[in-house]
């Protein structure tokens, strides 16, 4: 193997800066808001942020270094067809603004899980906010690894550095400035995400041969197919797992996780809510769709020759590694380009992380201690000061998680899987919760119990049987290092043919059970359908009579469409009085009164 290139002096001091500039960001707005420091102030940035910041927020809270450098791996192997899940997550986008965000506005909550509480009852709420912590813990640790063992692969970056550092500042700052610096430094760090594809677009482009080229050399390796509408469950990209997941990922993530939610429970209204929500479709569209393409870009340099083969010589041992080993091999020798990309690359995962980090601190605060404490004994500043210390305290654990994980073949297949365990069921509850009038709390939990266990069960055998899909035929005969292990084992098998003392016996790889089998894309969709058929069965058999009013603020106003109830003013000043009171009291309150009324 070839040494591996070393970053330069440049490289060192454009990486250093970016993280200076993120640790600045904190500081200022710790300086500048410590005089109205306060839990609104901390958790939603006052609720006054406007609509740039956020979507830019939203965006690279959405996209982090696992696309990045995790889609081009993906396109390079298997084609553009994972492309589909910007049909999809338009679409979800847009019916989360409409379906979830008035519902929370309407209830002034500060996290989506306090919705869950005034909707069916604390345990829910406790329950969710509890999968969401777990959730988004390995999910951090999967979003930090993966630029660090990417990038120390092919450079001289150690990984323990690498994660101590980066985790480390992405702790302080989100620590220090709480919202409103997370904010403000992702619209930072998207800057450097889009100059660093811009300029792997420039060397890359020219480096292939041109546009032409790169789409002849793509549609000769098969790598061009969109519309395979092929009905299986096994294939790794499908037209119909891609815009599934896309649809189903997008109504989770901005509809029901506190990560994204949380960017635009920031702002004044539900109208500007959701108007960056809507916006931010087309930057997040953007850059999912130039990571897809740069795959196509890479696949053209590398047609005749693929680095992972040539493992020997390029030291790149996994598809995730190609966009940082091209990146390392080709900006070397140019001062400082190569830490902008390095930059850019971490960028994504720091915007991720510390958003993860706020929506944890806040969930904790909001979700678990504020109910178990006497409001006496909390005051604003004992509040802030917990929430502070709750962001260093997951900022450690996500440190220390990242160190636990263990190699996997495509960073993509772990960090999909991870989310959609929780994700499908949680989103699930939250379809039952603000589109139906039915369910208790009781029936809630049993089929959240369920889904949860069904879809950990596939989900942990897609991960654990090491099955992999067929990838798209792959080239190495370019490769200078393979050409004389070929004479090698040409000349073996002659000697095998002619003495006839060589044989080899194949052993058949034990075939893993049908469902863990299934493509890593569905396991979201799969969570949420069986999740909406447990709760419904337990609905059926427990509390099919059991309704919340029809005017509730609970439910979602598109659910208006289909459900029909008595007059809105009927209940308007029952529930107004009643307003700490769950629904399903108010409803039950109403029917007595009703029966009385009938009777007199």
Known sequence: MDPRPNLGIMDYVVIGASLLISTAIGIKFQI????????????????????????????????????????????????I???????????????????????????????????????????????????????????????LYAPVIALSAVTDLSIEVSILVFGAVCTFYCAVGGLRAVIWTDVFQAGLMFLCLIVMYIK???????????????????????????????????????????LFGALAYYGTSQIEVQRMLSMKSVNKARAALNWSIIPVAALVILCTLFGLVLYTIFHTCDPVADEARTGVSRHDQLAPYYIITRFNHLPGVTGICVAGIFSGSLSTISSALNSLSSVTVVDFIKPACKASTLSEKKIVLIAKMLSVLYGIICIGLTFAVSKVDSIVTISNTFLSIMEGPILAVYFVAVLSRKGTEKNILVGLILGVIFTAWIGAGVLSSGY?????????????????????????????????????????????????????????????????????????????????????????????????????????????????????????????????????
């Open 32 to 79: 500048s808001d410590r005089r109205k420091s306060s839990p609104t102030e901390y958790l939603l940035a006052g609720k006054n942020m406007s609509i740039f910041p956020v979507v830019m927020s939203i965006t690279v809270t959405m996209i982090s270094a696992i696309i990045i450098i995790g889609h081009t791996g993906e396109t390079f192997r298997y084609g």
């Open 81 to 143: 067809q994972i492309i589909v899940v910007c049909f999809g997550f338009p679409i979800g986008t847009v019916l989360a603004a409409y379906i979830f965000l008035p519902v929370y506005f309407n209830c002034n909550v500060s996290t989506t899980y306090e919705y869950l509480d005034h909707r069916f009852g604390k345990t829910t709420r406790i329950a969710i906010s509890a999968l969401f912590l777990i959730q988004m813990m390995l999910f951090m640790s999967v979003v």
């Open 204 to 246: 890359g482009i020219q480096e292939a041969g041109g546009v032409l080229n790169i789409y002849e050399k793509s549609a000769k390796g098969k790598r061009l197919e969109i519309f395979d509408f092929e009905e299986n469950f096994i294939k790794r990209y499908t037209f119909l797992n891609s815009f599934c997941r896309g």
């Open 468 to 600: 992999q899909p067929p990838a798209l035929p792959l080239n190495s005969s370019g490769c200078p290092s393979l050409q004389n292990i070929s004479n090698v084992f040409s000349n073996f098998t002659s000697i095998c043919e002619s003495g006839g003392q060589c044989s080899s016996v194949d052993i058949e790889p034990s075939e893993p059970f049908f469902l863990y089998k299934t493509s890593f894309l569905w396991v979201s969709t799969f969570g949420c359908f069986a999740t909406l058929l447990f709760i419904g069965l337990a609905i059926l058999f427990t509390g099919y009579r059991d309704v919340i009013p029809a005017d509730s603020k609970y439910l979602s106003p598109v659910a208006r469409f289909w459900i029909k109830g008595t007059s809105f003013e009927t209940k308007q000043n029952l529930s107004n009085d009643l307003k700490e009171r769950n629904d399903l009291d108010v409803q039950n309150e109403i029917e007595n009164t009703e029966k009385v009324n009938t009777s007199v």
